[in-house]
């Protein structure tokens, strides 16, 4: 529960904030023009603890990771992308928000990244995630400014927006995509501030690949149940990875709900449907069947179950799904097409969202 405690806490500082900025002048003050600007050189310090120096703005920018080339497209970044991680093709936000991405040089994943070809696109700036520590060292001692992120949590998202921000210079941008973040968190904690521990659902999520894989309180798609007013059924399980349960302890559990998530790619639903989880004998005494409270997750997008910029999607979702009552489908809708319109430059149509 450390994560959710964490963001229950971030969410009463929001509301706190929120409140003395209404009692005060918001009036932008003579002689200022918004966000600070960047000057370079500018030296930054990335989520890996490394201090990483900027000689002038970033041209020339490769992503080794879909989660930070999400967030460059909602900074505005794409027309100075030069390279993108692997399996770009498949990822529809990139179709619907930023076609010309598809065809950049691939750089490939975050297990294998591909060395030679980042290069090769002679970046000046290259963002990688956590897990590519000896590739940002290398390209660092050849000179090429490398940032390390790790966007594990709502903090940590919102710490990463502010790092690409501030190092290319929208830092207008991430401030705007960082406010909607704490806006939308503040307007569900008053929503659900009420809600007894009676009235918040035991909720089970699956992985994509297994209705027998879940998620653990330490990891970020628990937090989403919890914030939307639910328990998360995997709050008892130790770790911070989808972890493998069996039959009987899924019916111990007995969730209320169920959600099925939408896969990294969001092309198509996982390998288990609604229809194969009521169907499955084995589970027709769990109360989420036999109430029929199994759901999916949008597909089409993103996986907004995920620590992407539009996760903030996930747990508006999960309060659609859970609390039909305080935040409505229509709520919701106009909600997600606010969202891309304003950070992604498309319109989603209501019907689009009927899962």
């Not at 529960?1 to 003579?30: Q, R, S, Y």
């Not at 093709?89 to 591909?114: C, E, H």
């Amino acid at each position: 529960m450390k994560n959710l405690n964490k963001l229950l806490a971030l969410l009463l500082a929001v509301l706190m904030v929120t409140a003395m900025a209404a009692c005060g002048n918001t009036e932008t003050p003579e002689g200022s023009d918004g966000p600070t600007a960047v000057e370079y050189p500018l030296t930054v310090t990335d989520m890996a603890g490394r201090e990483v120096t900027l000689e002038a703005a970033p041209e020339r920018i490769v992503s080794g990771y879909y989660i930070s080339s999400s967030a460059c497209i909602a900074l505005g970044l794409t027309d100075k992308m030069v390279g993108i991680e692997d399996k770009s093709t498949k990822r529809p936000i990139y179709q619907m928000a930023a076609p010309a991405l598809i065809d950049l040089p691939n750089v490939g994943s975050a297990k294998a990244f591909d060395l030679e070809t980042c290069i090769a696109t002679e970046p000046d700036l290259v963002i990688l995630p956590m897990k590519q520590k000896d590739t940002a060292e290398t390209l660092t001692e050849m000179g090429i400014p490398t940032l390390l992120v790790l966007p594990e949590s709502h903090e940590q998202l919102m710490e990463m927006f502010t790092l690409i921000g501030t190092a290319t210079g929208t830092t207008d941008k991430a401030e705007a995509l960082i406010s909607y973040y704490n806006t939308k968190l503040a307007e569900v904690a008053a929503l659900t501030a009420n809600l007894t521990e009676e009235e918040k659902p035991v909720v089970y999520l699956g992985s994509t690949s297994d209705i027998l894989r879940t998620a653990p309180a330490e990891m970020y798609q628990a937090s989403l149940i919890g914030v939307a007013g639910g328990k998360n059924a995997g709050d008892a399980l130790s770790g911070n990875n989808w972890t493998d349960i069996d039959n009987e302890t899924f019916l111990t559990m007995n969730p209320d709900v169920i959600v099925i998530p939408t896969d990294n790619f969001a092309v198509s639903a996982p390998e288990y449907t609604v229809e194969d989880v009521l169907a499955n004998a084995t589970f027709a005494d769990v109360t989420a069947v036999k109430n029929g409270a199994v759901y999916q997750m949008p597909v089409g997008y993103e996986a907004w179950d995920s620590p992407v910029p539009s996760g903030i999607l996930g747990t508006l979702w999960m309060l659609k799904t859970l609390h039909p009552e305080l935040y409505t489908a229509e709520q919701f809708a106009a909600d997600v097409n606010e969202f891309y319109t304003t950070f992604y430059g498309f319109s989603v149509a209501a019907e689009d969202l009927a899962a």
